[in-house]
Structure formats: structure tokens, C-alpha cells
């Protein structure tokens, strides 16, 4: 598992959350993960407008 808990913010306060990313194989039972994404990521993104 990996977290956030421990960043700070700029000013040094911490987040006004936590973020927790799992191992999936780390995980019993769990079915496998698709072989292609469920959506299609959106159009443009991460580009600028013109």
C-alpha cells in the first residue's frame, strides 16, 4: 500500500485528504483487471485550447 499521509502542502500544513493505492495481487478474491479500459479517456485532454 502507498500513501499520501505523510505529504504536506506547501505551507507545510497536510492534506485535506488521504490517498491509498493497493496492490492489487496483494488482494484475495479480487477478479483480474481488464485487459482495456471500461471508458475511452476524453478528447484533448491535456492539451491546451487553440
Known sequence: MRTNFFQERAGGEPHDYVS????PQAIPDLPPRPACPATPPARGRGRSPP
Open 20 to 23: 491509498m493505492k493497493f496492490d
